[in-house]
């Protein structure tokens, strides 16, 4: 998982305080953040937006949604070529210890060390969503990539927002009709994707990996929202990040992944991948989606929610040859139709 935690209807984060020099990249954070939101977990600490004028769509915010587009969408087939040759728990808490510790530069940078300052309730919030959104969300698909291909996961993945309606539902708040409507859509998308597990086609230990990813991410996403966590979403992210990439270092390490583990036996593109997800995936992209957040209409940058795993899916065909087997592409077709119909119903409201 690497994109933020996707709620289908967010409050527009609180700005975390920035410097003079704001570009059309806020201060970093990830997919992975929480995507952390490695992506944070989308917005990590949210208040209730004041008003604002009507958001414009310059060109600027067609870039930057352009670049949660392709970024994002893409980091699913750089977890599967980073795989090919690294282990999978240790790479993918490499991967958000050092994007969280260069975020963590970032804000002291840009901000003054007292902007990662957080009392012990928020910490254990963060720790906590870290664990949930990293080493749960995240690091399962990791695993499970090494077993099923990366636009089949990213499909799985897109039920997200379904589970999330689910959790919401359970604590009391309604749904609307059409994301009623929307979530039934998901999971009748989920079963038809989770054939090509049962008829034997790939590894059903794998589809049942990112199905656990994505009840973990959701509940890191719905919980982020309803816990003490840090006013600044750049600083929890920071947290969340190397909370869960040293709980992944640390599950590696217990399943014996670094037995026998030659760094010099990994190959090139393993680790441009890896280098890649860091940077874009975990950095860049969720400056550009937190930039979005306040610049552009709520509604269109939830598109990403719908448009990553298209992207993920044809990039996997391109470059990987991954096969289009019919449960693939229909069962895609009704999970993104339905996370469509929750998103754009939800929003609303």
């Known amino acids: 998982m690497t994109s933020p935690a996707v709620d289908p209807a967010p409050e527009a984060p609180q700005a975390a305080p920035e410097p003079e020099t704001r570009t059309s990249a806020h201060a970093t954070a990830t997919t992975a953040t929480t995507v952390t939101a490695a992506t944070p977990s989308a917005a990590t600490a949210t208040t209730a937006a004041p008003a604002v004028p009507t958001r414009r769509i310059t060109g600027a915010v067609w870039a930057a949604l352009g670049i949660v587009y392709v970024v994002w969408g893409s980091t699913y087939l750089g ?10 728990f240790l790479s993918a808490g490499v991967r958000f210890v050092t994007a969280g510790l260069l975020l963590a530069g970032i804000i002291a940078w840009r901000q003054g060390p007292a902007a990662l300052k ?21 690091a399962l698909v990791v695993l499970a990539e090494t077993s ?12 997200v927002p379904a589970w999330v309606v689910i959790l919401k539902a359970a604590t009391g708040q309604r749904p609307s009709a059409g994301g009623l409507a929307g979530v ?19 590894k059903v230990g794998g589809v049942v990996l990112v199905v656990v990813a994505t009840l973990l991410w959701s509940l890191g996403s719905f919980s982020s929202a309803r816990l003490p966590m840090p006013a ?5 992210s ?35 991948a890896l280098g890649y997800l860091i940077v874009f995936g975990s950095l860049i992209a969720f400056t550009a989606y937190a930039w979005l957040l306040q610049a552009a209409p709520l509604s269109l940058v939830a598109t990403y929610a719908y448009v990553n795993p298209v992207v993920a899916v044809a990039l996997g065909a391109l470059v990987l040859n991954e096969a289009l087997s019919w449960p693939i592409v229909l069962g895609g077709a009704i999970v993104v139709g339905g996370v469509c119909l929750i998103v754009s119903t939800e929003r609303r409201r």
């Open 184 to 202: 039934l859509l998901g999971l009748v998308g989920l079963a038809v994707l989770t054939l090509p597990g049962i008829s034997g086609e790939v």
């Open 79 to 88: 977890i599967r070529i980073a795989v090919e040759t690294m282990p999978p």
């Open 148 to 159: 099923i291909p990366s636009g089949l996961a990213a499909l799985l993945i897109s039920v």
């Open 118 to 138: 957080v009392d012990r309730r928020q910490l254990g919030s963060a720790v906590l969503v870290g664990l949930l959104l990293i080493l749960g969300g995240n």
């Open 238 to 272: 920071a947290y969340e990040m190397i909370a869960g990439g040293l709980a992944g270092v640390a599950l590696g390490l217990f399943r014996g992944e670094h037995h026998g583990l030659d760094l010099a036996e990994i190959s090139t593109r393993s680790w441009v």
């Open 232 to 236: 600044n979403p750049f600083t929890a």
